[in-house]
T-cell receptor, first 113, second 115 residues
Framework: DQQVKQNSPSLSVQEGRISILNCDYT??????FLWYKKYPAEGPTFLIS?????DKNEDGRFTVFLNKSAKHLSLHIVPSQPGDSAVYFC????????????FGKGTKLSVKP | GAGVSQSPSNKVTEKGKDVELRCDPI?????LYWYRQRLGQGLEFLIY????????KSGLPSDRFSAERTGESVSTLTIQRTQQEDSAVYLC?????????????FGPGTRLLVL
């Protein structure tokens, strides 16, 4: 029973356009959400996070939006660049937990020049 | 080093053999996590160490899996009598103090293939 779901296994976007990666969760106790980016043969790299008290967090080309009522978050990358091509994982941790993360299955983003 | 390191980077073993995977966390990080990623799946939590507290082993899939950590440094994950379904990338992460609002930093992983 997946608590964090990334329903799109892949996404293809043209360079310069916006990439939108989506993530849904079922556990209302999650209070911290993160996006990780993973290149082949490397470990996941932290990208951006958001706590449940916010609905938006922005860092350069990356913005994460959180809709708690819908239990949905999204990562926007604009403008997309070919170097953004990677697998993106959504992760969440539960309030009061020791911080072990619950991950989605990932979305493979391909940005075409 | 500056980041989390893991060894070996790749391991091929025969079914039934034991394997030992190593993780060196970021210096000063008291929390250490092990995750597993099977092909086409997300990362699956295995075990968590925080300082001198008893580890949280709730994610270990069977009693063939065990892990140790010496103080706040190196950790080893041991898989006994490996099975083909143990084939996965085993990832280690560390964070400064293990609180729920902290970022975890991952190592490159160990790719385990059980034949």
């Amino acid at each position: 029973d997946q608590q964090v779901k990334q329903n799109s296994p892949s996404l293809s976007v043209q360079e310069g356009r916006i990439s939108i990666l989506n993530c849904d969760y079922t556990n209302s106790m999650f209070d911290y959400f993160l996006w990780y980016k993973k290149y082949p043969a490397e470990g996941p790299t932290f990208l951006i996070s958001i706590s449940s008290i916010k609905d938006k967090n922005e860092d350069g080309r990356f913005t994460v939006f959180l809709n708690k009522s819908a239990k949905h978050l999204s990562l926007h990358i604009v403008p997309s660049q070919p170097g953004d091509s990677a697998v993106y994982f959504c992760a969440a941790s539960e309030e009061g937990s020791q911080g072990n993360l619950i991950f989605g299955k990932g979305t493979k983003l391909s940005v075409k020049p | 080093g500056a980041g989390v390191s893991q060894s070996p980077s790749n391991k091929v073993t025969e079914k039934g053999k034991d394997v030992e995977l190593r993780c060196d966390p970021i210096s000063g990080h008291t929390a250490l996590y092990w995750y597993r990623q099977r092909l086409g799946q997300g990362l699956e939590f295995l075990i968590y160490f925080q300082g001198n507290s008893a580890p949280d082993k709730s994610g270990l899939p069977s009693d063939r899996f065990s892990a140790e950590r010496t103080g706040e440094s190196v950790s080893t994950l041991t898989i006994q009598r490996t099975q083909q379904e143990d084939s996965a990338v085993y990832l280690c992460a560390s964070s400064p103090s293990g609180r729920s609002l902290e970022t975890q930093y991952f190592g490159p992983g160990t790719r385990l293939l059980v034949l």
